[in-house]
């Protein structure tokens, strides 16, 4: 069996939890890959989980799930939305590197979601490319309970935020054939910047 294959998208996602569970007891061990493991990696890569995050400093997939080099495909970009690039960079790790699971990790506080909410509820407008970028989020707010108070509402955007983001993944093309071929699994989850814990959302 190629080494790629030898971990299912349930273990993978184990994996991750586990990882997050070390970083949150303090007993994280990775970060110091031993020069065996970096011989290993000049041979090829085989990461277990893509990770779709925010470039949020406080959200570094590799510290939160304790994993190594080699362990992890991580897309991050500011709001973890879904651009032409960041679909490619993801149909790259399905489809070549083939790893199992793919998580949309968006987090708490997060300011991207923060701008596209006041542009859709003050009319806000930013910076050129950061309005482009808020525009990308904007679809994501349809729906937000007005009697929340604003960082309820804001949690409650970053998780819609993430369920729009997997939608879209779901949506395209290749997203349709590999979930239909069972290849993959689709998770979404919020990383509690407050407790370290990253907690899995239902769909
Ligand atoms: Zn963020």
Redesign the pocket.
């Known amino acids: 069996m190629d080494k790629q294959h030898a971990i299912s998208a349930e273990d993978a996602l184990r994996r991750l939890l586990e990882g997050n569970e070390r970083f949150l007891r303090g007993e994280a061990h990775a970060h110091t890959p031993t020069r065996q493991a970096l011989e290993d990696l000049s041979q090829g890569q085989h990461p277990f989980a893509t990770i779709l995050g925010?470039?949020?400093s406080r959200?570094p997939p590799e510290w939160i799930f304790d994993a190594e080099p080699g362990d992890l495909f991580v897309v991050r970009v500011?709001?973890?939305v879904l651009s032409a690039e960041v679909a490619g960079s993801l149909q790259y790790a399905g489809m070549h590197l083939q790893t199992p699971l793919l998580v949309v990790l968006?987090?708490e506080?997060?300011?991207?979601?923060q701008a596209a909410m006041e542009t859709k509820e003050r009319g806000t407008r930013q910076l050129s490319r950061i309005q482009l970028l808020v525009d990308s989020i904007l679809p994501a707010l349809d729906g937000l309970d007005p009697a929340l108070s604003p960082p309820a509402r804001l949690a409650q955007a970053?998780e819609n935020n993430v369920r729009w983001t997997l939608r879209s993944i779901l949506d395209s093309p290749e997203g349709r054939m590999r979930q239909a071929d069972g290849r993959v699994k689709l998770v979404g989850a919020i990383y509690e910047i407050r407790t370290g814990r990253v907690r899995l959302l239902d769909h």
């Open positions: 925010c470039s949020d959200v500011a709001g973890n968006g987090h506080g997060c300011g991207a979601i970053v």
